[in-house]
């Protein structure tokens, strides 16, 4: 475990946690909303710092990052808990349990996985990457030092304080809605009070200089309101710029909304559609190996720039500064398109059980220790 970096000391030992928009007001001995964060003795801790739930090698599109050193591979990890409830998450196994165990990984041997593997950069993924923040900072900075790059997929639910933090170390991010932003919809299925502070965190992670593309999980007949999705694309196009790619992505049944089924391709299409009326240059549908929309298609001449099938890249129409060989317009691609896409297998699995041991945190010992 590590000292947490963000936080505020309020009376009668209470600990404000500024991992994210909840703020949790935490009392000695206890944990805030995502079980990784516990106030210790009037301290608070990230209990599984270094403890890792999941590692691997991923081709970056897998995030989806399609516009951020596109080609290029990625270590990517992550940890337990989660500062949401989402009743649907394919990844409920690690996010929706509070477990202060996981295999023993430092910072190091993360940068040196990434090197060994030949992985361009670091993606902290999985589970929500800003409840293990003083983690992914210890990795990214020392990751930038040789030379990777890092990425966060995540839900946005900052504070302000956060992205001070993640603006030294951070590169680029995916940043997650679900159910088009829809109040409602975040409310009872994700257990999220309010969507605005993920917009906040959108504005100023631009301002600071983070690359950002957007993801929206279409929900099938709870979360695929269409008046909702129109105000979503036309908030990125005010606020973020029409360049921002956005990825339309297909629910699949899992967890507690197992009885609700994938959601229709025509849905995901009429999303599409919306987004291009209101003028969204880079629109993607995710989930649905061999749709047209998982190609780059130049805004302005119309053809393909970047051809895809699911994760992999098969062509690249490109000239060495991102414009389009056809008719020169500049393609948003932040960093380069990488020739790793025409390697023919990119997933790499890491046996992290060769590597280090599984720790468990005892925090009834280092209470009565302490």
């Not at 500024?18 to 003795?41: D, E, Q, S, T």
């Not at 009743?87 to 090197?115: H, K, T, Y």
């Not at 003083?134 to 030379?147: H, I, M, N, S």
């Not at 909304?257 to 995901?268: A, G, K, S």
């Amino acid at each position: 475990m590590k000292k947490a970096l963000l936080y505020r000391e309020l009376p009668n030992g209470i600990i404000e946690c500024l991992a994210c928009a909840r703020r949790c007001k935490i009392p000695k001995g206890k944990y805030g909303f995502c079980g990784v964060r516990w106030n210790l003795n009037g301290e608070l801790y990230l209990v599984v710092y270094g403890k890792l739930s999941a590692i691997a090698i991923d081709p970056i599109e897998k995030k989806p990052l399609y516009h951020f050193n596109p080609g290029s591979m990625v270590l990517s990890l992550s940890t337990y808990g989660c500062s949401w409830a989402c009743e649907f998450c394919q990844n409920f196994d690690i996010s929706q349990r509070r477990l202060l165990e996981g295999f023993d990984v430092s910072p190091e041997m993360l940068v040196e996985f990434a090197e060994s593997y030949g992985a361009q950069g670091l993606t902290y993924t999985y589970n929500e990457p800003s409840i293990f923040v003083e983690y992914a900072y210890d990795a990214g900075v020392l990751a930038r030092k040789r030379g990777l790059f890092n990425t966060f997929v995540t839900n946005g639910y900052f504070t302000d304080e956060m992205i001070d933090l993640l603006s030294k170390f951070l590169d680029a991010a995916t940043v997650d809605f679900k159910g088009n932003a829809e109040p409602k919809f975040l409310r009872k299925y994700c257990k999220v009070p309010d969507p605005e502070p993920i917009f906040n965190s959108l504005v100023e992670m631009k301002r600071k200089g983070i690359f950002i593309e957007v993801t929206n999980l279409v929900v099938p007949r709870v979360g695929d309101n269409l008046e909702y999705a129109r105000k979503l694309c036309r908030w990125i196009v005010d606020n973020l710029g029409p360049e921002t790619p956005i990825h339309f992505l297909r629910f699949h049944p899992d967890y507690n909304l197992d009885y609700l089924p994938w959601t229709p391709i025509e849905v995901l299409e009429r999303h599409v559609e919306i987004a291009r009326k209101e003028g969204l240059m880079y629109v993607y549908i995710g989930n649905v190996p061999g749709h047209p929309y998982e190609h780059t298609y130049c805004p302005k001449c119309g053809k393909i720039v970047i051809k895809r099938m699911g994760f992999d890249i098969l062509e690249v129409n490109l000239k060495d500064n991102n414009e389009c060989k056809f008719c020169g317009f500049k393609i948003n691609i932040g960093g380069k398109v990488w020739n790793l896409w025409k390697v023919s297998s990119r997933f790499v699995y890491i046996p992290i059980q060769a590597f280090t041991k599984y720790v468990k945190v005892d925090i009834e010992k280092y209470l009565k220790s302490s």
